[in-house]
Nanobody, 114 residues
Framework: VQLQASGGGLVQSGGSLRLSCTVSGIMFQHYAIGWYRQAPGRQREVVATITESFGTNYADSVHGRFQISRDNYGDTVTLQMSLLKPEDTATYYC?????????WGQGTQVTVSS
């Protein structure tokens, strides 16, 4: 199982970024996928998840600003981030739970300047 994340970068407060995660090695359409983030000195936290039936959940801190979606033809999950704040600065990881084991992408850095 491999997850390849991309799309991070540096953006000003109020700006937007789009993260993508392409997954291989599993029957993608049968799995929920999550985006997590970890800021320096803080624990990794869930940002958003999308189920195999396209149900979505968001952390309170990003609700209304971020949108998660999936493309089952391209085996990709996208996180559209808008109205970014400096506190959104973190390394973002995509995740899938497969056969009881967590698999993570390599992480992509998002930096929001004030």
């Amino acid at each position: 199982v491999q997850l390849q994340a991309s799309g991070g970068g540096l953006v000003q407060s109020g700006g937007s970024l789009r993260l993508s995660c392409t997954v291989s090695g599993i029957m993608f359409q049968h799995y929920a996928i999550g985006w997590y983030r970890q800021a320096p000195g803080r624990q990794r936290e869930v940002v958003a998840t999308i189920t195999e039936s396209f149900g979505t959940n968001y952390a309170d801190s990003v609700h209304g600003r971020f949108q998660i979606s999936r493309d089952n033809y391209g085996d990709t999950v996208t996180l559209q981030m808008s109205l970014l704040k400096p506190e959104d600065t973190a390394t973002y990881y995509c995740n899938v739970l497969h056969r009881g084991q967590d698999f993570w992408g390599q992480g992509t850095q998002v930096t929001v300047s004030s």
